[in-house]
């Protein structure tokens, strides 16, 4: 029995990072604002994540096209990137579409049109942290690429050195220096590079939930609800929430890997892959941890100081999204981490599983629906989901309230799919 009926000026439809901060952003602008989702804030992709807010990382993550990468990858032989037969079948479209754009010249023309949400990344998120209280949660001082072979290394301080142009901050490490800056890492190590330029989080979802009891004590509604009771009656748009129907003229569709359940609904087809990962946390022996979360680009993994422990996250696994877990790339992920560093106990009864939403032009959707009046995404936005909540709320809102937005949003418009 529907209790009552609510008017808003919005409904932002997901409470991850990135709906979050599109709601504090249109309350900020004087909006009425319901934020609605089916879990608590920031419980889903928003807490998996490295805990990484990536400044540093203005050349998107394009398909490698070396040959040895892609022998490896055919062969499902790395634990960076691991497929599901079936879905690779399936995703066979979408990855041509992803090679196409991860062409040299593509590349840097997405990456110009990156730049802009890339560039005010940490920026936004320090605004909110000030006024959310989340700034033990954060830190300076950046993170580590760590190369465990030589030939990788040589390669990444040449493409290192072709980013001079974008002015970031970084030191080349030989492997002596690398153990003498993270003094828990030890075997067979080449070097690693030092980006400062980022700043971490040693609990993605307690900032994510921060932000939106902030959201709250401003004087927004926070709902439990689906997103996928969403309704248009004429000019409003109508969503059910804890027993209330809410109305509003414009909805956000934020709803992360889920979007898409919504969108096909109303006619869109947007081009998305879900590039999935796991994370385990585990204990650490005595002070042996680390000061800044280290990469192995090879294995495609992270290892992050968190609250909890030491989280492990994996690389890419290319399959449904709702497909059942498996746990061999993590597994495999753990015996080569264990190589340099010594991991505790697994501190998690079972695996963490996420999906990241992937675009094949390595850009996310920002904008309004084609052919509904009222309707706005801000989905797809791969792995920089927590980089680029705040900076991505901040443009979504200028869009929606009338402002001059401060980037040119056509590069991330939903038309540039069609329909």
């Known amino acids: 029995m529907i209790e009552e009926s609510k008017n808003n000026s919005v409904i932002v439809l997901g409470a991850g990072i990135v709906g979050v901060c599109v709601a504090l952003h249109l309350q900020a602008r004087g909006r009425d604002v319901v934020l609605i989702d089916r ?4 419980s889903q992709t928003s807490h998996g994540n490295a805990g990484l807010i990536e400044r540093a990382s203005v050349i998107p993550y394009a398909m490698p096209l070396d040959l040895s990468s892609l022998f490896a990858f055919a062969f499902n ?25 991860s062409g040299a010249k593509r590349l840097k023309v997405v990456a110009q049109e990156m730049l802009p949400l890339i560039e005010r990344s940490v920026s936004e998120h320090v605004k909110l942290a000030a006024a959310a209280g989340t700034e033990p949660l954060m830190r300076d001082g950046g ?9 990788a290394f040589r390669n990444a301080v040449r493409a290192s050195g072709e980013l001079g142009r974008y002015g970031l901050s970084f030191d080349v490490l030989t492997a ?25 989080v040693t609990d993605p979802s307690a900032v994510t939930q921060a932000y939106a009891r902030l959201f709250e004590d401003r004087g927004g509604t926070l709902s439990v609800g689906d997103g996928n009771t969403l309704a248009q009656d004429q000019d409003e748009w109508t969503v059910m929430a804890a027993g209330v129907r809410y109305r509003a003229a414009q909805v956000v569709v934020a709803m992360g890997p889920w979007s898409s359940d919504l969108y096909k609904r109303f006619g869109y087809d947007f081009p998305i892959a879900y590039k999935r990962g796991y994370h385990m946390h585990y204990g650490v022996d005595g002070e042996r941890s680390l000061q800044v979360p280290v990469c192995d680009v090879e294995a495609g993994l992270v290892l992050s100081p968190m609250t909890r422990g030491i989280r492990l996250t994996t690389g890419v696994e290319l ?66 989901g927590f980089t680029l909540g705040p900076v991505t709320g901040r443009l979504l809102a200028e869009m929606m309230t009338g402002e001059d937005p401060f980037t040119n949003p056509v590069p991330y418009s939903p038309d540039r799919f069609g329909r």
Request: net charge positive.
């Open 39 to 42: 879990e608590r804030p920031g």
């Open 176 to 200: 002596q220096e690398l153990k003498a800056r993270e003094p828990s890492l030890s075997g067979q190590l080449a070097g690693a590079i030092h980006w400062h330029d980022p700043m971490t």
């Open 77 to 101: 032989r790395t634990a960076a990137v691991r497929y599901r037969p079936l879905a690779l079948f399936k995703l066979l479209p979408w990855l041509l579409r992803y090679w196409w754009y």
């Open 319 to 384: 399959a449904e999204r709702d497909a059942p877990s498996d746990v061999r790339q993590l597994a495999a992920a753990e015996a080569i981490a264990r190589q340099y560093f010594p991991l505790g106990t697994a501190m998690d009864p079972t695996p963490w599983r996420g999906a990241r939403p992937c675009l094949p032009d390595m850009k996310p959707i920002i904008g309004a629906a084609k052919h509904h009046a009222g309707m706005w995404f801000a989905l797809g936005h791969a792995y920089h």
């Open 143 to 151: 993170w580590i690429e760590l190369y465990r072979s030589a030939s």
